[in-house]
C-alpha cells in the first residue's frame, strides 16, 4: 500500500480526492522503529501527528511511581498524536511500538502548509480531531465518575 492508499483509508483523509492526496502526500514523513521503541513520553513537547502504516502502537498513561495504564493499541491506518496539530504543548500519554512499525508523520509547520494548499482537506481533518477528541472527552468522563463512585 502506497502512502495515499494509507491516507485514504485514515479516518483523518476520507473523503479526500486523489488530486488532494497528490498535493499533501510530500508533507509527510516516513519513520521505522524497532519494537519496545518509544515515540514520545509524556511531557515531551507535542510537534506531530503520526499514522500507523504497519505493525502495531500502544498507547499508555503513567499513573503512579512507574506504574503505566494502556489506554489503546493502534493498527494499520490509525492515527495518533493528533492534539500536536492544533495545540502547541506538551503530551499527555506515552507512545511505544509494541512491533517493529513504519509511521507516517505530519508535524504541526507541514500541517500549515496542508491548509494554505487544501483548505477543504484541512478542514476535514479538524473536524475529524474534533469529532475523535468529543469522543475521547465522553468516555473517559465515564470511566473518571466509575473511578470516583466506586
Known amino acids: 500500500m ?3 492508499e494509507l491516507l485514504q483509508k485514515t479516518a483523518l483523509f476520507r473523503g479526500s480526492s486523489r488530486e488532494e492526496l497528490d498535493l499533501i502526500v510530500g508533507l509527510f514523513q516516513e519513520r521505522q522503529l524497532q519494537p519496545n521503541a518509544t515515540i ?3 511531557k515531551m513537547p507535542a510537534e506531530a ?3 500507523v502504516r504497519s505493525g502495531s502502537v500502544r498507547i499508555t498513561i503513567m499513573v503512579g511511581e512507574g506504574e503505566e495504564i494502556g489506554l489503546l493499541l493502534l493498527g494499520p491506518g490509525e492515527f495518533f498524536g493528533e ?9 499527555l500519554v506515552n507512545a511505544k511500538t509494541e512491533t517493529a ?8 509547520k507541514d500541517f500549515q502548509v496542508l491548509l494554505e494548499l487544501e483548505p477543504r482537506t484541512g478542514a476535514r481533518v479538524l473536524k475529524t480531531i474534533a469529532k475523535l477528541l468529543a ?7 465515564e470511566r473518571l465518575k466509575d473511578l470516583l463512585l466506586s
Open 2 to 4: 502506497d502512502h495515499i
Open 40 to 42: 514520545f513520553a509524556e
Open 49 to 51: 501527528l503520526y499514522i
Open 83 to 91: 492534539l500536536a496539530l492544533v495545540h502547541e504543548d506538551v503530551r
Open 101 to 108: 512499525v513504519e509511521l507516517l508523520l505530519l508535524t504541526r
Open 135 to 141: 469522543m475521547r472527552v465522553k468516555v473517559y468522563n
